[in-house]
């Protein structure tokens, strides 16, 4: 059987609408349930189907009577029914969330094609895994960036109205350039962002002296952790040191580059976990500092497969907006430091998600805009 004929209007239209939307609540849910488990291995590199659900602190094997999305959560008030350990909220909230978006794709485009709210739903579950994965690791993992990718072009090869085009052809055209466009725009944002933004400078009184601690570099007026400096591999703290002290041994007039895994004193080489202790006496700290990761680009060429250019232009712009208003306020009010990192791929995620149930509207208000 063909996969449109799954789809097909009339059969879906023999059965009243809202009969659809209890089921397309109660199906998110249970991937909900799912998108947990994605949330809490992904990360760890676990595998999401093996072993079945358990208890992270006892081991308990849950069965599937107290599996049941939602009720089981308020039945047993977020708690292991065998240890009594407490579930995350997190649970009950990602379940609740799959279901009403779920809800809310079926309510949106169920009237003109089922097809399309069902791949709604698909592209949905990757932005609630993607963002409660970057919130707590400041990752998107491949599987759901490049997955993404994969899956967008998929969908717009079976259900070309994803692109509002009736030809296949056209569909994963529509498709392809998205994934392209949208990549390639973000990874030229990083790179020129990179360029710009992606060395900060931090001029010292002459001869200051700055100490490499176990957690943090300390300066005379403050620490700055190590988890506010090093964001991937890759990151370099650079200086030229006066003075450099180790527990055993002293240099003169010498650069130093530290990595996450790596410490350099002119051409000699230490593991970082190996030297307890270095000071040094230098005017001029260079951290490295990137507005975006390369996992930004590839979720944004995900997204992109799915909703094509338009949705990659407005989802970026849009996202832009939404993490300079929510991220100066996360600073202002909890006083944080401009140089905490925050992750923008959920700013990416609200975005893709108000092109999804909004993305007429925005057209037809745009096309006011531009004809005034």
Same mark, same amino acid.
Request: aromatic content about 14%; overall charge negative; proline content about 6%.
């Given at each position: 059987?063909?996969?449109?004929?799954?789809?097909?209007?009339? +059969?879906?239209?023999?059965?009243? $609408?809202?009969?659809?939307?209890?089921?397309?609540?109660?199906?998110?849910?249970?991937?909900?349930?799912?998108?947990?488990?994605?949330?809490?291995?992904?990360?760890?590199?676990?595998?999401?189907?093996?072993?079945?659900?358990?208890?992270?602190?006892?081991?308990?094997?849950?069965?599937?009577?107290?599996?049941?999305?939602?009720?089981?959560?308020?039945?047993?008030?977020?708690?292991?029914?065998?240890?009594?350990?407490?579930?995350?909220?997190?649970?009950?909230?990602?379940?609740?969330?799959?279901?009403?978006?779920?809800?809310?794709?079926?309510?949106?485009?169920?009237?003109?094609?089922?097809?399309?709210?069902?791949?709604?739903?698909?592209?949905?579950?990757?932005?609630?895994?993607?963002?409660?994965?970057?919130?707590?690791?400041?990752?998107?993992?491949?599987?759901? @960036?490049?997955?993404?990718?994969?899956?967008?072009?998929?969908?717009?090869?079976?259900?070309?109205?994803?692109?509002?085009? +009736?030809?296949?052809?056209?569909?994963?055209?529509?498709? $392809?350039?998205?994934?392209?466009?949208?990549?390639?725009?973000?990874?030229?944002?990083?790179?020129?962002?990179?360029?710009?933004?992606?060395?900060?400078?931090?001029?010292?009184?002459?001869?200051?002296?700055?100490? $490499?601690?176990?957690?943090?570099?300390?300066?005379?007026?403050?620490?700055?952790?190590?988890?506010?400096?090093?964001?991937?591999?890759?990151?370099?703290?650079?200086?030229?040191?006066?003075?450099?002290?180790?527990?055993?041994?002293?240099?003169?007039?010498?650069?130093?580059?530290?990595?996450?895994?790596?410490?350099?004193?002119?051409?000699?080489? $230490?593991?970082?976990?190996?030297?307890?202790?270095?000071?040094? +006496?230098?005017?001029?700290?260079?951290?490295?500092?990137?507005?975006?990761?390369?996992?930004?680009?590839?979720?944004?060429?995900?997204?992109?497969?799915?909703?094509?250019?338009?949705?990659?232009?407005?989802?970026?712009?849009?996202?832009?907006?939404?993490?300079?208003?929510?991220?100066? @306020?996360?600073?202002?009010?909890?006083?944080?430091?401009?140089? @905490?990192?925050?992750?923008?791929?959920?700013?990416?995620?609200?975005?893709?998600?108000?092109?999804?149930?909004?993305? @007429?509207?925005?057209?037809?208000?745009?096309?006011?805009?531009?004809?005034?």
């Amino acid at each position: 059987m063909a996969f449109s004929a799954y789809f097909d209007p009339d +059969t879906w239209a023999r059965v009243p $609408f809202h009969f659809w939307s209890v089921v397309f609540f109660v199906f998110g849910t249970v991937v909900g349930s799912f998108l947990n488990v994605c949330i809490h291995r992904m990360p760890l590199g676990e595998s999401v189907v093996f072993p079945p659900s358990h208890c992270p602190h006892c081991r308990y094997g849950i069965p599937w009577f107290l599996n049941l999305p939602l009720a089981t959560w308020l039945y047993l008030r977020g708690r292991c029914a065998n240890c009594g350990a407490p579930f995350s909220i997190r649970y009950f909230l990602v379940e609740l969330l799959t279901g009403v978006l779920f809800l809310g794709s079926w309510l949106c485009s169920g009237h003109d094609s089922a097809a399309v709210a069902f791949v709604d739903c698909i592209l949905i579950a990757g932005l609630i895994v993607a963002t409660f994965i970057d919130l707590e690791h400041l990752i998107i993992p491949d599987e759901i @960036t490049l997955g993404g990718v994969g899956a967008g072009l998929l969908a717009s090869f079976l259900v070309p109205r994803l692109h509002q085009v +009736t030809s296949l052809a056209d569909s994963l055209q529509q498709s $392809f350039i998205g994934a392209l466009f949208g990549g390639g725009l973000v990874y030229g944002v990083l790179r020129a962002g990179k360029w710009a933004f992606g060395r900060e400078v931090i001029p010292l009184p002459p001869a200051s002296r700055v100490i $490499f601690s176990e957690t943090a570099l300390v300066l005379d007026d403050r620490q700055i952790p190590y988890e506010e400096v090093f964001y991937r591999d890759s990151d370099v703290v650079k200086l030229r040191a006066e003075r450099a002290e180790l527990f055993d041994r002293c240099y003169l007039d010498v650069e130093i580059l530290l990595s996450p895994s790596k410490l350099y004193i002119n051409e000699e080489e $230490f593991e970082p976990e190996n030297v307890p202790y270095l000071e040094v +006496t230098t005017s001029k700290l260079y951290l490295p500092r990137e507005a975006m990761g390369l996992g930004d680009a590839k979720f944004m060429a995900g997204i992109g497969a799915f909703l094509g250019w338009p949705g990659v232009v407005f989802s970026l712009f849009a996202s832009s907006v939404l993490g300079s208003i929510i991220g100066i @306020t996360i600073i202002a009010v909890r006083r944080q430091s401009r140089s @905490t990192q925050i992750p923008y791929g959920p700013y990416i995620a609200l975005a893709a998600l108000i092109w999804i149930f909004a993305h @007429t509207e925005i057209v037809r208000l745009f096309h006011l805009w531009i004809g005034r």
